[in-house]
Structures are given as C-alpha cells and as structure tokens.
C-alpha cells in the first residue's frame, strides 16, 4: 500500500483544477421609417456560455492515496478496488440565450399640438437553454495519455465489495455522472397608448399577455397556479 502520512506542504499543488470558459455575444437592432410618424422596430440578441472543468486528485496526492489503500482487498491485497493512478472529476455546461423583439410605434400631433397621439404594440420571443454534464468520475486516470481503468461505479456505490474492502466508508466519493437539461421559452404581446390634450390632460392605457412552457400545454394549469400564486401574496 501507499504512504499513509499527510504532509499538507507536500501536498499542495497535487490537486489542480482547470477551467476553460467561453462566452459568445452577439445583438442586432434595426429601425424602419414607413410613413409620418410611424417606425418598425426590430433587435435581439443571442448569448452562449461554455464551461469545461476538470478536478484532478493526483496519484501522489493524500486523498488519492488513502482511497488506494482503503479499496484493497482483504481476500486478495493483490487487489484494489479504486486502481493506481490519478482520480478525475470533469463538469462540461453548455448555456444558450436568445431574444427577438418586434415593436410599431405610432407618434402623432393634430392641431397645433392640442392633441397628441402615442401608441406602441410589441412581441417578443425568449428561449433559454441550459445543457449541464458531470461526468463519470475516472480513477486510475493517466494525464499524460488521457486514459484511465474502468470502475464499475454501480456496484461501488452500492457497497457491493464493502465486505472485501479494507476501509469500506473511506472518504473516497466516486459518481456515475449526472445530466441536467432545462429549456425554459417565453411569448409576450403588449400594447400601449396615449393621448394629451392641450397639455392639460392625459389618457392612457396598456395591456401585456406572457405565456411560458413552464406549466405544459393545459392553459388551465397555469390559470389555476397563478391564481393560487395571487391568493399567498394576498
């Protein structure tokens, strides 16, 4: 077995983390004049985030070492359930981000400016992606040649070989990856307007719908939650 001593001087620099993240932007607006007083307006603009992190725990590192020795076996010290080498966490995350935003804008004086006129109505489209990876942890991994000896983690995790390990609760902590994937998309409409009078006297108004997958395609669950939601904050 490996050295069982923990000389934190000697052991510093021997687990490394390495993160490459990029984050790409991109955005648009245009304006179109179509008569008097009238414009269309049309922007948006696109986000996307990428993530690669690995967690590296050396071979000669103490964690690496005692997680060696705890995995040997007591039938056969030959044996050990966690291979010689390095263990290697690595996370890969994914972010995506697009909006498109369409307006008309309508701007009008009558009469010497005795009345003015204001409307607007608008739409805009919003999706947000999320494609979040950890992968299956890799012991025995060689950094040099990127190779490292299968583990069946199941049967690890699920204490399997616990009565032929030495140290079975050892502080060792091996996963099977994980995936999380989350596409969240949003509609509104809205309208606005307004009218003055001799500089006096205004009126004006505005509506907005929002719509959103969150809650399905049954238009009544969402009705029924958000009015739920209106009665707590009551």
């Known amino acids: 077995m490996k050295s069982w001593d923990y000389v934190p001087l000697e052991d510093m620099g021997k687990m490394p983390s390495y993160s490459n993240v990029y984050n790409f932007r991109m955005s648009g607006f ?3 004049y179509i008569v008097e007083g009238l414009t269309a307006e049309l922007g948006g603009n696109w986000v996307k985030g990428t993530a690669n992190v690995k967690n590296i725990q050396r071979a000669d590192s103490y964690n690496a070492r005692i997680a060696y020795n705890d995995g040997t076996s007591k039938s056969n010290p030959a044996n050990h359930y966690i291979p010689d080498g390095s263990i290697l966490d690595e996370f890969k995350n994914i ?6 935003r369409t307006q008309l804008n309508y701007s009008k004086n009558f009469s010497d400016n005795k009345h003015l006129l204001h409307a607007l109505v608008g739409n805009e489209i919003r999706k947000i992606t999320s494609d979040n990876n950890r992968l299956a942890t890799r012991a025995g991994y060689n950094e040099n040649a990127g190779s490292f000896i299968p583990v069946n ?6 204490g399997i070989y616990n009565a032929d390990m030495l140290f079975p609760n050892g502080s060792v902590s091996l ?7 989350g596409d969240n998309r949003f509609v509104s409409w809205y309208a606005n307007g307004s009218y003055e009078y001799d500089n006096r006297f205004i009126l004006s108004g505005s509506i907005r719908l929002d719509l959103t997958n969150f809650f399905g395609t049954d238009k009544s669950i969402a009705t029924n939650r958000c009015g739920h939601l209106e009665e707590l904050i009551n």
């Not at 972010?95 to 498109?100: D, F, G």
């Not at 983690?153 to 699920?158: E, K």
């Not at 996963?175 to 994937?181: E, I, M, Q, R, W």
């Open 30 to 32: 245009l304006r179109a």
């Open 95 to 100: 972010n995506e981000t697009w909006t498109l």
């Open 153 to 158: 983690i199941n049967d690890f995790t699920a």
């Open 175 to 181: 996963t099977d990856g994980s995936l999380t994937y």
